[in-house]
């Protein structure tokens, strides 16, 4: 995949849109010091190579009953890539796993699980996960708080 050849306007504009990706074009513009018309270029080359993937709203899980997150890791039978293609396709269907990883260490995958409750949990553990394509072992951590919600990604290593 060709590396973009981000200058300090693109971190500018990657760094703006991060923190507010509904910020009209005038006003992005002038915070980061371009015209308007140069400025809505840049961010539709950032979208069309792919750098910029989408947009979306963040939704507190409380206020939408999500109110336990559980990071799950699993142990697979075997690291076979046709094992492997399987739990990860198997995986990435569920709404409630929210982020899934290929990880290094005691476990295969890192999952990260939104659900309501515990019992939404049981539920889900029992009826779905374990069911999945070659599991082996799961382990459960549950988020007692949330220190630091998702954040934008740090761009300092970016031109600027």
Do not use: W
């Not at 002038?30 to 961010?43: T, Y």
Request: hydrophobic residues 40%; glycine residues 8%.
């Amino acid at each position: 995949m060709p590396t973009y050849k981000f200058d300090r306007f693109d971190r500018r504009i990657l760094e703006a849109l991060q923190t507010n990706g509904r910020l009209p074009n005038i006003d992005l513009a002038g915070d980061i010091g371009l015209s308007p018309s140069p400025c809505s270029r840049r961010v539709r080359l950032l979208e069309e190579s792919g750098v910029i993937k989408g947009y979306s709203a963040v939704l507190d899980q409380e206020h939408v009953g999500l109110g336990l997150t559980v990071f799950v890791g699993i142990k697979v039978e075997r690291h076979r890539e046709k094992e492997a293609e399987a739990f990860r396709e198997a995986v990435s269907v569920l709404p409630e796993v929210v982020m899934a990883h290929l990880v290094s260490g005691e476990s295969d995958f890192l999952l990260q699980v939104v659900v309501p409750d515990l019992r939404a949990y049981e539920d889900f553990l029992t009826g779905t996960l374990l069911k999945l394509p070659g599991v082996r072992d799961i382990r459960s951590n549950f988020a007692i708080q949330t220190v630091k919600p998702q954040s934008p990604l740090p761009l300092a290593h970016l031109p600027g």
